[in-house]
């Protein structure tokens, strides 16, 4: 896990919902040799379009973000900042949960906001969403108990509002 | 009330709105339905013998004419084989559509005859394209393909149709509006960044006018030159951008970069400004990027916002189509020359005209000695007054007729430059010739580059598209062999044609086309006079050329171009 490191750049493309689109989005990545690390898509408020958030290793996007904007279904190709946008993950992580044990884990995770969402005899399944540091934190916290599976969904990204100069980053407070 | 069609009946109807009159191709299992109506629509089919002469024949039709070119084939092996033709359209922006017969629907996926996944296949190689899975939807499709080919920069375009919706019927409907709200090429520059460009342009000493292929693309020769005389700068013209201002204009030094002349290489790799109008910094023009034109602002104007700034970092990008930029360009510095003297720039011309003399194009023609290719180009040029498409496949034969062939006028130069598609020669030739029945067309071909598509001589003898191929026949690989004298020690590794290479003459004849040969200089003129005079089918003759000639200059590969050979005595 590397949520801050530098090399890892955020982009979102507003895509036309149309069969393809995915792949020919993907294949530019792949074509300029770029590992994507994370791609999520789903639904806008205007049914006629998706939004693809990419988390891509590189040197620099100028060229791929380009070259995405050649594509005829895309619409707008806009690459984060660090900070300069709201940016979200969901993991479900199932740790080991001894009985002997859970107290403890139990209230780990309480800290973290992450939710218990199914109970095994020797297992616990949490939903955690968040920014990407307090995923890796709270995964690097439950190392030890012994992780059986992890899943996550992709990073999600939204510009954040230009025009909010005071209390901009209210998510905070629960961190 | 709307007429019932069925979607092979709609395709051909669509494509009669776009106005087609010709579409190059060949009928197979998936594309059959369409080959029915077809029959009777005013259409003209020319029947290929390989898929890949459909698409250079498409794109062949495409500079000659300035219009979109089609090819229409079946599914698998047919649509695989188009693949060549559209990466080479691909990447010297042809107009182009390409329609494939696919598997029926219910067989997509199940490796059924024929079938190939040709959505996913031809996506990198096409600006854009289509499977289409509702038969309503065919004009619209139609009319979307046919508007991405031709605008912004233009390219090909490929719509997979799959089988099962040729036989469905639909109601007939004229394509609405065009909806594609992530396609809105910029046609006018910024106005603040052309005034910055016309500053940028009067204050500099040493310009020199880039123009590329994006001039012929955008029907802008006319407004070049102009712009060249109205700013009085000197002007090279790329591979595809030569036509663009005529070879005879006291402004034009020719062709840059890896085979350029010695002035264009120098006069850009020594200026100080570079006016970058639909080029696009290709590295057969600026040799080692680091060493070229080190002290050169870059001005650049494209229609592809992603070709500025890919290769050369440019000062003042301008985004838009070139006709209408220089327009803006023209407009703008006739006005900034009311109010301030044009300047004369008389060094930066004294040094381009001492090094016009200093460093011609040159070969030497031995009367006894072997044909030199550069001779019969440049006698047909004279036979012909220069008044013809030219056409030319890949190799040594099309630097040569690059270089000696004085172009006058656009879309009469017709090669492949970015793929560099060895065998577009004579596809490109019978396409141009379709197109432009009224005009001569001639090809230029090598011996090599001949094989790899000859079989399309056959497509012009039986369509009567009578084309004139001028083989160079040195009977080896001559760019490679070149190459393998200059840095491969003379280790001339599977580069001799000289043993399997057929006799060209009988294979003519035998293709339906007229046979001729010349073996001596002497016998050059009266041949090139006899093959001009047959027009009632196509021509082939062949030239037993010099097996040792080499292309000069030349800008060794990686090289940077301040190291340009001038000839072989530069290299010792």
């Known amino acids: 896990m590397r949520p801050n490191n530098i090399t890892q750049h955020v982009i979102t493309a507003l895509v036309e919902d149309k069969p393809g689109v995915l792949a020919r989005v993907s294949t530019m990545f792949a074509r300029r040799g770029f590992n994507i690390h994370s791609l999520a898509v789903g639904p806008t408020s205007d049914p006629r379009l998706s939004r693809m958030t990419v988390v891509a290793d590189g040197p620099e996007m100028e060229q791929i973000i380009k070259?995405?904007?050649?594509?005829?279904?895309?619409?707008?190709?806009?690459?984060?900042?660090?900070?300069?946008?709201?940016?979200?993950?969901?993991?479900?992580?199932?740790?080991?949960?001894?009985?002997?044990?859970?107290?403890?884990?139990?209230?780990?995770?309480?800290?973290?906001?992450?939710?218990?969402?199914?109970?095994?005899?020797?297992?616990?399944?949490?939903?955690?969403?968040?920014?990407p540091a307090q995923l890796a934190d709270f995964l690097e916290l439950m190392k030890p108990y012994g992780i059986v599976d992890l899943v996550k969904s992709g990073r999600i990204a939204l510009a954040r509002d230009p025009k909010a100069k005071n209390g901009r980053r209210p998510e905070l407070r629960t961190a | 009330m709307s007429e019932t069609l069925t979607g092979a009946q709609a395709l051909i109807r669509a494509l009669e709105h776009e106005g087609v009159d010709i579409v190059f191709g060949m009928p197979g299992g998936a594309i059959l339905p369409v080959y029915d109506p077809l029959l009777d629509s005013p259409i003209r089919h020319v029947l290929v013998r390989h898929e890949q002469g459909a698409g250079h024949m498409a794109s062949g039709y495409a500079h000659a004419t300035g219009r979109v070119g089609v090819a229409m084939v079946t599914s698998g092996p047919a649509a695989t084989n188009l693949i060549t033709p559209l990466q080479d359209a691909f990447m010297d922006s042809i107009p182009v559509v390409a329609i494939t017969g696919q598997v029926a629907q219910t067989n997509i996926g199940l490796d059924a005859f024929q079938e190939a996944h040709t959505w996913g296949i031809s996506a990198p190689v096409t600006k854009h394209n289509y499977l289409i899975t509702d038969v309503?939807?065919?004009?619209?499709?139609?009319?979307?393909?046919?508007?991405?080919?031709?605008?912004?920069?233009?390219?090909?375009?490929?719509?997979?149709?799959?089988?099962?919706?040729?036989?469905?019927?639909?109601?007939?409907?004229?394509?609405?509006?065009?909806?594609?709200?992530?396609?809105?090429?910029?046609?006018?520059?910024?106005?603040?960044?052309?005034?910055?460009?016309?500053?940028?342009?009067?204050a500099a000493n040493r310009p020199v006018l880039y123009a590329g292929g994006g001039i012929i693309r955008a029907n802008a020769a006319d407004r070049l030159r102009r712009f060249a005389e109205v700013a009085n700068l000197p002007t090279v013209t790329t591979l595809m951008g030569r036509g663009a201002i005529p070879d005879s204009h006291p402004l034009a030094l020719g062709m840059p970069g890896m085979h350029g002349t010695y002035t264009a290489t120098t006069a850009m790799q020594k200026s100080d400004l570079l006016?970058?109008?639909?080029?696009?910094?290709?590295?057969?023009?600026?040799?080692?990027?680091?060493?070229?034109?080190?002290?050169?602002?870059?001005?650049?104007?494209?229609?592809?916002?992603?070709?500025?700034?890919?290769?050369?970092q440019a000062d003042i990008p301008i985004v838009g189509d070139a006709g209408a930029v220089l327009e803006q360009l023209i407009f703008a510095m006739e006005h900034f020359l009311d109010t301030?003297?044009?300047?004369?720039?008389?060094?930066?011309?004294?040094?381009?005209?001492?090094?016009?003399?200093?460093?011609?194009?040159?070969?030497?023609?031995?009367?006894?000695?072997?044909?030199?290719?550069?001779?019969?180009?440049?006698?047909?040029?004279?036979?012909?007054?220069?008044?013809?498409?030219?056409?030319?496949?890949?190799?040594?034969?099309?630097?040569?007729?690059?270089?000696?062939?004085?172009?006058?006028?656009?879309?009469?130069?017709?090669?492949?430059?970015?793929?560099?598609?060895?065998?577009?020669?004579?596809p490109a030739a019978v396409g141009a010739k379709a197109g432009a029945p009224d005009q001569l067309v001639v090809a230029f071909d090598g011996d090599g580059s001949f094989q790899m598509t000859m079989q399309e001589l056959v497509t012009a003898a039986a369509e009567g598209i009578n084309i004139k191929i001028m083989v160079l026949n040195n009977s080896w690989l001559g760019m490679v062999k070149q190459w393998q004298k200059l840095f491969y020690n003379e280790r001339y590794s599977a580069t001799d044609l000289s043993g399997g290479n057929p006799d060209f003459v009988m294979l003519a004849e035998a293709m339906g086309c007229a046979g001729l040969r010349a073996e001596k200089p002497d016998e050059v003129a009266p041949v090139l006079e006899k093959a001009l005079a047959i027009n009632d089918r196509p021509v082939v003759v062949e030239f037993k050329c010099d097996p040792d000639a080499m292309v000069f200059p030349m800008v060794p590969a990686g090289g940077s171009n301040d190291d340009l050979v001038l000839g072989p005595e530069d290299l010792a």
Do not use: C
């Not at chain 1, 709201?86 to 859970?102: G, S």
């Not at chain 1, 884990?105 to 973290?112: P, R, S, Y």
């Not at chain 1, 095994?120 to 399944?125: H, L, P, S």
């Not at chain 2, 696009?280 to 070709?307: N, S």
């Open chain 2, 340 to 426: 301030k003297p044009a300047p004369e720039r008389k060094d930066w011309f004294d040094t381009i005209h001492n090094w016009q003399e200093k460093y011609p194009l040159a070969y030497d023609q031995d009367p006894d000695g072997p044909i030199q290719q550069q001779y019969v180009i440049q006698e047909l040029h004279r036979i012909t007054g220069g008044d013809a498409i030219v056409v030319a496949g890949v190799g040594q034969h099309q630097m040569w007729t690059s270089q000696y062939w004085g172009f006058e006028r656009p879309n009469t130069w017709i090669n492949s430059g970015g793929l560099g598609t060895m065998g577009y020669a004579i």
């Open chain 2, 275 to 312: 006016v970058t109008i639909g080029a696009r910094f290709d590295d057969r023009v600026t040799g080692k990027v680091d060493a070229f034109a080190p002290g050169a602002k870059v001005i650049h104007v494209d229609v592809d916002p992603a070709e500025i700034s890919k290769v050369r």
């Open chain 2, 136 to 202: 309503e939807d065919i004009p619209d499709v139609i009319r979307e393909a046919f508007h991405l080919a031709a605008t912004g920069r233009p390219g090909p375009v490929l719509v997979d149709i799959p089988k099962d919706l040729f036989v469905e019927t639909m109601a007939w409907h004229r394509p609405g509006e065009i909806n594609l709200p992530g396609y809105k090429p910029s046609v006018k520059g910024h106005p603040k960044q052309v005034q910055a460009a016309v500053d940028m342009i009067h």
């Open chain 1, 67 to 131: 070259q995405l904007y050649k594509l005829v279904n895309t619409v707008k190709v806009t690459e984060h900042a660090p900070g300069a946008a709201v940016e979200r993950e969901i993991m479900l992580l199932r740790v080991n949960a001894e009985p002997k044990r859970r107290g403890e884990i139990l209230d780990a995770a309480g800290i973290f906001g992450a939710k218990a969402v199914d109970v095994g005899k020797v297992t616990i399944t949490f939903e955690l969403s968040g920014e």
